[in-house]
């Protein structure tokens, strides 16, 4: 996902999910667009079980790298 968004990029993306967006809306996709690029980057990465704490205990040394 690349960390910027032209105006035909978003349109195209906005025609493939069906969605029609006020110019206001439109501006503000755009501008949140690197931290959306950056979250999916994140997201998209192998994780232990830390990533959900709540679902294990005793947890040793290395789980906490």
């Given at each position: 996902m690349p960390?910027?968004?032209t105006d035909e990029a978003l349109?195209?993306?906005?025609?493939s999910a069906g969605l029609?967006?006020?110019d206001a809306q439109r501006t503000?996709?755009?501008s949140i667009w690197p931290g959306l690029a950056a979250m999916?980057?994140?997201?998209r990465q192998?994780?232990?079980?830390m990533a959900?704490?709540?679902h294990g205990?005793?947890?040793n040394a290395e789980d906490l790298a």
């Open positions: 960390s910027t968004l349109d195209h993306l906005l025609q029609t967006l006020s503000e996709l755009k999916k980057a994140r997201v192998p994780r232990g079980r959900e704490p709540a205990f005793g947890f």
